[in-house]
Nanobody
Framework: QVQLVESGGGLVEAGGSLRLSCEAS????????MGWYRQAPGSQRELVAV???????NYADSVEGRFTIARDNAKNTVYLQMNSLKPEDTAVYYC?????????????WGQGTQVTVSS
């Protein structure tokens, strides 16, 4: 099992910055992909950014150039630096860890942290 604890959400004005953190504990050994997804009211959960154990990253087009994902493998922690925030970035942000299982991948989720960007 894996537990994910998020921190860093809040309220910020448009153009501002926030930094999210997510610490993983439990069965985090081996290759995995950690990242952030978000879900706005009435919308599907969508990928924001992910990073694998080797440091390879992938970003949603909507955040490319504004958000930066990073991880500290020694601390089992992933970070999301969010700059130039827009009102449309308002959502609940969920930390995710995906690792290979015996059959397919296994997904673990954090409890979510609210990010609100005011115009």
């Amino acid at each position: 099992q894996v537990q994910l604890v998020e921190s860093g959400g809040g309220l910020v004005e448009a153009g501002g910055s926030l930094r999210l953190s997510c610490e993983a504990s439990g069965s985090t050994f081996g290759y995995n992909v950690m990242g952030w997804y978000r879900q706005a009211p009435g919308s599907q959960r969508e990928l924001v950014a992910v990073i694998d154990s080797g440091g390879t990253t992938n970003y949603a087009d909507s955040v490319e150039g504004r958000f930066t994902i990073a991880r500290d493998n020694a601390k089992n922690t992933v970070y999301l630096q969010m700059n130039s925030l827009k009102p449309e970035d308002t959502a609940v942000y969920y930390c995710n860890l995906r690792r290979p299982g015996f059959v397919g991948n296994i997904d673990y989720w954090g409890q979510g942290t609210q990010v609100t960007v005011s115009s």
